[in-house]
């Protein structure tokens, strides 16, 4: 599997060109007139992953404040299951997933207009009840008889990732249980079912206390690189573009930090 | 094996409250119209329904007495029950109905099987032992019954309407096999039924029961001979013989001949019925139509309103009914030597 | 015994009316063609592969399982509860039954988020289980059986409480004079007169527990091997690879069509 770290920021340029010439389909228009010319109206359906729901509540919600009259609906799920999804044709203008894999799947299908933009990048944290009662420091911790452990189901991004870091770890994960999605995993720990699960840091942090936090050293740690494109079925692709370009762009990008997401 | 007992008790609508007795040996007949409480009482007696007040007591011990908090349920009892319609269990065979008390008490299966077998074989249906009860005719049914709740030597036996379920010919064969048998348990026997031909063939008693209450006990023919209540009279006040048929004439007791209308020509053992409205009284012997014609001495009087029973000796003892006014004209009382006439075409005969 | 002669008979002397048979054929397309749609989509193919695979086995193992317990735990409380309410009286009785019916008509996802908050980790009665047994239900097969019961159990009370006040009290009452203790009586009278209508009912219970998803997958959990149903299975297998979750819905089609064929009518309508 090819390694994307080293392109997000060619993949930007070239999303920003190619989104430039696609996006005027009536009005002839430059970069710099790109945001006050055709004004974004309509709505827009966006397929993104679980990781990203609430950095993207937020960023719908500005959104549709800048541009009043839009309408932007959130479709979160598991990025593999949201592909299948699209290539089954369930309607969606847009999909930001939470690994470059699905995308590639997406694209490669032809159901993408142009080249998708890495607007985020994640890592892995252990999350654990609050005041980590079973004292879990390290992925090894997780692994102790006495220690109820889940992780994303194996075909999603999440869980893809954990095994890679277990792995990493030099450590064999036995069979646990899995949730379908990132969030469903973490409510796992939420809930009390489960003492730890592997999750993403911005999912820690998002859960807002209830649950706490071990970090996973980078030695070990895994890298999600988060794409976004224009589903080529789109009814509104215009808009699609616009809601793209927007979570690309300065304003986007510090939301997304704060959220806890790192530079693409 | 006495059997006392005092119920006092409210089921729905019905307010029943009895007191009666039966021995060892007689064969107590409970009859009333529907809704009297017959089978209420019968229940109470087998312990499927408490009473309120008063006792049941059985050979001395007692099986139910609210004041004494007494309470003896069904299955301790030692009453053997024939339920109306049998109550057969359809699961199993006549053989595993009738071994179906036996096996609870130590009884090993076997043995207890054995057992029924001789019940069955006493009650003649030794060929139906397999059959599951939906394969037996209504008579054998009732034999099963009642071969199942004898089984266990109970102390007592209940049967409620036993004959109701058969027709009328089938009736009359059961009928008298079951007097047969019941005469051959040793225990009181008590049979609750409304119709009162049951009762004159097989009550050594009859209790009469209406709304609840005993309105009238005694024998057959006490009953026959002093009904205390209209449901009584007109139920119980036929005039009932026994005799031979043979042509026109049927011959009963001692050696009197009624003259009767043979319209089926039948002969051998006959019931003749005579009802008390067809029989006139006269004070001279009368001509006429009449075939059956005789003197008697008049031995009690009842009146009821507008009418009034008269039952005679002579002959045939026999019950007239006749209007007050009647009664007074012919200043009829207790010795006075009258004609008797019953028109030979208002004599119902039917086979024994 | 002659139902068929007699079906035959009717259908001559009066043919039914056209409209009835238009819509009666429109319900039965309607029933099957989401069948016929799994099997024309059947990955011959790839089947044997899919059905041999050990998280299939595990799975088609754990269903049998877990279904066959609810069902027998089913019938140990729901006999004895359907025997309460049908043969007892007390205060707030039908109020009882709609509560014990509940789950028959409650999603059973709500059940599974119910059962989550009484008996998980941190519930009412769940969180004595954890501190005082280490017993946490979430991810174990008990777990699955229990939610599984939960949903199936009023099947079985519903049908055997009908029974129950259906049958003839009076053969309960001569068993009684004949010297039956309430338990023989029970077990030597009652039960055997009931008897079709609780395997009916049992039928249904075990139907209902084989297929259930929602309470499972809240309350119980996803793992393989302890909790992960054949419908889980199918469910997650739909995920990322539709041609296995047509294959092992096939499978449980199969054996649900198997179980119906052998109930036959009378069992239906005892």
Not at chain 3, 239 to 251: K, N, R
Request: glycine share 8%; net charge neutral; aromatic share 6%.
């Amino acid at each position: 599997m090819r390694s994307r770290f080293m392109l997000p920021g060619v993949a930007v340029v070239v999303a920003a060109v190619t989104t430039g010439m696609s996006a005027g389909s009536a009005s002839a228009t430059t970069p710099a007139d790109r945001v006050e010319a055709a004004q974004p109206a309509g709505s827009v359906t966006v397929s993104a992953a679980s990781s990203l729901t609430e950095v993207f509540t937020e960023l719908g919600h500005r959104f549709q404040k800048q541009y009043p009259h839009t309408t932007v609906t959130f479709n979160f799920g598991a990025s593999s299951t949201l592909e299948t999804q699209i290539q089954q044709g369930a309607p969606a203008d847009v999909f930001a997933s939470a690994d470059t894999t699905n995308m590639d799947k997406l694209s490669g299908a032809g159901d993408v207009s142009g080249k998708p933009v890495v607007f985020a990048r994640n890592l892995l944290e252990i999350a654990v009840a609050t005041g980590n009662p079973k004292k879990i420091k390290t992925l090894a911790d997780t692994l102790k008889p006495g220690v109820q452990l889940v992780l994303c189901v194996p075909t999603v991004p999440c869980g893809k990732f954990a095994l890679q870091a277990y792995r990493q770890a030099g450590l064999t994960v036995p069979k646990v249980p899995t949730g379908q999605d990132v969030k469903a995993t973490l409510s796992n720990v939420t809930l009390g079912s489960a003492d730890a699960a592997v999750v993403y840091v911005t999912d820690v942090k998002a859960a807002k206390g209830k649950v706490a936090g071990v970090v996973i050293p980078e030695s070990q740690n895994v890298v999600a690189t988060y794409p976004i494109g224009v589903v080529k079925s789109s009814g509104n692709a215009a808009t699609a573009q616009a809601f793209v370009q927007y979570v690309a762009s300065s304003a986007g990008k510090a939301t997304l930090a704060k959220f806890g997401f790192l530079k693409p | 094996m006495t059997l006392d007992a005092e119920l006092d008790l409210q089921l729905g609508t019905l307010d029943l409250s009895v007191t009666f007795d039966a021995q060892p040996g007689e064969t107590v007949v409970l009859l009333g119209p529907n809704g009297a409480g017959k089978t209420t009482v019968l229940r109470a007696l087998a312990g499927l329904i408490p009473i309120d007040r008063g006792h049941i007591t059985l050979d001395g011990a007692d099986l139910d007495d609210p004041t004494h908090t007494t309470w003896v349920p069904a299955e301790r009892r030692r009453i053997g029950v024939v339920f109306q319609d049998n109550v057969l269990f359809p699961h199993l065979s006549a053989l595993d109905n009738v071994a179906f008390g036996l096996r609870g008490h130590g009884v090993r299966r076997n043995a207890a099987r054995r057992e029924a077998r001789t019940w069955l074989e006493r009650m003649g249906l030794a060929e139906h032992v397999d059959a599951r009860p939906s394969q037996l005719s209504g008579g054998q049914a009732q034999r099963v019954a009642l071969a199942r709740a004898l089984a266990r030597s109970p102390r007592l036996l209940l049967l409620d309407e036993p004959l109701a379920a058969l027709d009328a010919t089938t009736r009359l064969a059961v009928r008298r096999d079951l007097r047969t048998h019941l005469d051959r348990f040793d225990g009181p026997r008590l049979l609750v039924t409304h119709d009162p031909i049951d009762a004159m063939i097989l009550a050594d008693r009859v209790i009469v029961l209406e709304h609840g209450r005993v309105t009238q006990t005694g024998t057959v023919s006490e009953l026959r001979a002093h009904p205390r209540s209209e449901y009584a009279a007109n139920l119980i006040g036929v005039n009932l013989y026994r005799g031979t048929l043979s042509g026109d004439r049927v011959t009963v007791g001692t050696g009197t001949s009624l003259a009767v209308v043979n319209d089926d020509r039948v002969t051998g053992e006959v019931f003749a019925t005579i009802r008390p409205e067809s029989v006139a009284l006269h004070p001279d012997q009368p001509t006429g139509s009449p075939r059956n014609t005789w003197a008697g001495t008049v031995t009690t009087i009842d009146r009821y309103g507008p009418r009034a029973r008269v039952a005679l000796d002579g002959p045939i003892g026999i019950t007239a009914e006749i209007t007050q006014e009647a009664l007074d004209e012919l200043a009829i009382r207790p010795g006075t030597r009258l004609w008797v006439s019953a028109k030979a075409t208002e004599i119902e005969v039917d086979p024994f | 015994m002659t139902s068929r002669g007699d079906g035959r008979r009717a259908l001559r002397a009066h043919r039914p009316p056209a409209a009835a048979c238009a819509l009666a054929a429109l319900a039965v397309g309607f029933l099957v063609l989401p069948l016929v749609g799994l099997v024309q989509r059947a990955p011959w193919s790839q089947m044997w592969a899919d059905l041999t695979d050990p998280a299939t086995k595990d799975a088609l193992r754990l269903s049998l399982e877990c279904s066959l317990a609810a069902t027998g735990l089913s019938a140990l409380l729901g006999i004895p509860l359907a025997w309460v309410l049908a043969r007892t009286d007390f205060p707030g009785r039908s109020l009882t039954r709609a509560v014990v019916l509940l789950p028959m008509v409650l999603p059973p996802v709500v059940g599974g988020i119910a059962l989550f908050f009484a008996i998980g980790p941190r519930g009412l009665l769940g969180q004595y289980l954890d501190d005082w047994f280490g017993v946490r239900l979430p991810f174990t097969t008990l777990g699955t059986i229990i939610a599984e019961t939960f949903v199936a159990m009023p099947f079985l009370v519903i049908t055997v409480e009908a029974a129950l006040r259906s049958i003839d009290r009076r053969y309960e009452d001569a068993a009684s004079t004949l010297g039956a203790g309430r338990w023989t009586v029970f077990r030597r009278v009652t039960l055997p007169l009931i008897a079709p209508s609780l395997l009916a009912g049992a039928a249904l219970s075990w139907a209902r527990a084989l297929g259930e998803f929602g309470a499972t997958i809240t309350f119980a959990g996803n793992l393989q091997g302890k909790t992960q149903t054949m419908p889980l299975a199918i469910f997650v297998a739909f995920e990322h690879d539709p041609a296995t979750a047509v294959a092992l819905s096939l499978v449980l089609v199969a054996i649900s069509i198997a179980v119906l064929v052998g109930l036959r009518d009378r069992w239906f309508f005892a």
